[in-house]
């Protein structure tokens, strides 16, 4: 299956959640090329971005993963 090239834009609004966010991510790591996050501490959330290089079913399986965390709510750019 050709991959694809996706960012994937993650607000987390419940950190008590962030362990379970961590442990999906990490179960997806072989294909995360680069991943950056930052805590607003003023706004209580955290911001992050995860580049990917993957399969577009296991892009879209890892965003719905992601999406089922509550207090967590995802974004989706991938390439054509």
Not at 36 to 47: H, T, V
């Amino acid at each position: 299956m050709e991959k694809k090239i996706a960012v994937l834009a993650v607000i987390v609004e419940d950190r008590k959640e962030a362990e379970v966010l961590n442990g999906v991510l990490h179960a997806y790591g072989e294909y995360i090329i680069g991943r950056m996050g930052i805590p607003y501490r003023e706004k209580k959330i955290s911001l992050i971005s995860v580049a990917l290089d993957a399969p577009a079913d296991l892009i879209q399986e890892l965003k719905e993963k992601l999406e089922a965390i509550p207090g967590v709510a995802v974004s989706l750019a991938v390439s054509d």
